[in-house]
């Protein structure tokens, strides 16, 4: 299998509509809905966005179009995660983690501020 480290960094889109296909087959909608719902409605993606995306991960064989599409909504195009998606999403949560855990031993806190700077 190829190097899931070769295809980071992921952009947040990316990384976001790779974490909504970790439980199921999507369709394009549902992802801009698992997004804006798991943000709290601070990621939205548009539709140009999100299909520009998912062609991508496609191309990169990241996520894949299942064979079989649900009975009763073939129109809709369904994405699944494929073996290399799981992986790279994996690679690149390992990837931010690390980041965090720098940050963190820099005093940074999570609301951006070094710990020094707030009020006590």
Avoid at 2 to 28: C, N
Avoid at 34 to 50: E, H, N, P, Q
Avoid at 69 to 97: C, M, Q
């Amino acid at each position: 299998m190829d190097d899931p480290r070769r295809y980071l960094p992921l952009t947040p889109q990316q990384f976001h509509i790779l974490l909504s296909l970790t439980d199921a087959q999507l369709h394009g909608y549902a992802i801009i809905r698992d997004i804006a719902d798991r943000t709290g409605g601070s990621l939205r993606l548009g539709t140009g966005t999100l299909y520009t995306a998912l062609a991508g991960l496609v191309d990169s064989a990241l996520i894949a179009e299942p064979r079989r599409r649900p009975a009763g909504d073939e129109r809709r195009r369904y994405y699944r995660l494929t073996t290399l998606g799981r992986a790279v999403l994996e690679a690149e949560t390992a990837r931010l983690d690390a980041l965090v855990k720098q940050a963190r031993r820099k005093g940074v806190t999570a609301l951006g501020r070094p710990a020094w700077s707030r009020p006590k």
